[in-house]
C-alpha cells in the first residue's frame, strides 16, 4: 500500500503587469491545497463507463484519462486561468488528445469549466458539512455540494492522510431517479476519485418501482499515479 504523507505548500505566484505608465492590480494569489494549481504536474486515472441506452441496452467501457496541468493567463479580469489538458487511452501506452479543461481561483472558490460549464468545486477554508451552491456561476438551477468528510482515504492501494469529499448528490427514490455524485481530493494531490451515476428508472405501470434502468450514465474514476510532468 502507497502511503502518501509528503506535506508541502503551494507558492503563492506573483504576477506583475505594468509600465512606468500604468500599474494594474495584481492577480488574486493562490493558496488551493487540495486542487494545487502547480504548473507541470500530472495526475492519471482508471475510468470505467457505463452508458444506458434503454432497457437493458448499454455500453460498458474501460479506459485511462492523464491530466496535465500545462499553462496559465490572465484574463479580462486579470485572474489567473489555469489549463488542463487531458489525454485519454485504452491501454497507458498511446495517448490522444481528448479535451482542455480551464479551473481558476476566486473570492477562496475553486472553479472548474468544464465543456463550457463552471462549477464551484471547492470553497476555502474547507470545514465539514460546509454547503455552498456549486452552479453559482452558470446558469443551471442551486445545487447544494458539501463537506462529507475530511481525514483519512483509502483509494486501491493508496492510503492518503489528508482527503476532502465533496458530496454533490445521494438522492434515490427507487421509482423514478437515482443520482449520486460526489468528488475526492487530496492535500497536494487534487482530484482523486470522481463519481457520476445518475439513471432514469422506467416508471411504466409494469415496471415502476422495479429500478429497472431506463437512461442514464456512470463514470467512476480513481486515480492510479500522479507527479510531474
Given at each position: 500500500m502507497k502511503i502518501f504523507n509528503k506535506r508541502y505548500w503551494l507558492l503563492p505566484l506573483l504576477?506583475?503587469?505594468?509600465?512606468?505608465?500604468e500599474e494594474t492590480e495584481d492577480p488574486e494569489l493562490i493558496s488551493s491545497t487540495y486542487f494545487p494549481l502547480e504548473i507541470g504536474t500530472y495526475c492519471e486515472y482508471s475510468v470505467v463507463e457505463t452508458v444506458y441506452f434503454g432497457e437493458n441496452d448499454f455500453e460498458t467501457a474501460n479506459y485511462y484519462y492523464r491530466d496535465e496541468l500545462k499553462d496559465f493567463y490572465l484574463n479580462e479580469m486579470n485572474e489567473m486561468v489555469y489549463l488542463f489538458h487531458r489525454n485519454k487511452s485504452p491501454d497507458r501506452s498511446e495517448w490522444a488528445n481528448e479535451e482542455v479543461y480551464t479551473a481558476s481561483f476566486k473570492q477562496n472558490r475553486i472553479i472548474r469549466n468544464f465543456n463550457n460549464q463552471q462549477e464551484v468545486i471547492l470553497v476555502y477554508p474547507v470545514s465539514l458539512d460546509f454547503s455552498w451552491n456549486g452552479n453559482s456561476y452558470n446558469n443551471n438551477g442551486e445545487e447544494n455540494y458539501f463537506i462529507e468528510s475530511i481525514g483519512s482515504y483509502i483509494l486501491n492501494e493508496f492510503a492518503f492522510s489528508d482527503a476532502v469529499k465533496v458530496r454533490k448528490s445521494d438522492e434515490?427514490?427507487?421509482?423514478?431517479?437515482?443520482?449520486?455524485?460526489?468528488?475526492?481530493?487530496?492535500?497536494?494531490?487534487?482530484?482523486?476519485?470522481?463519481?457520476?451515476?445518475?439513471?432514469?428508472?422506467?416508471?411504466?405501470?409494469?415496471c415502476l418501482g422495479e429500478q429497472i434502468i431506463q437512461e442514464g450514465r456512470s463514470t467512476h474514476m480513481r486515480l492510479i499515479d500522479y507527479g510531474e510532468i
Open positions: 504576477i506583475f503587469m505594468g509600465s512606468c505608465a434515490d427514490d427507487l421509482i423514478t431517479i437515482r443520482d449520486n455524485r460526489y468528488e475526492v481530493f487530496v492535500n497536494n494531490i487534487g482530484m482523486v476519485e470522481y463519481y457520476y451515476e445518475v439513471f432514469q428508472y422506467c416508471s411504466r405501470n409494469d
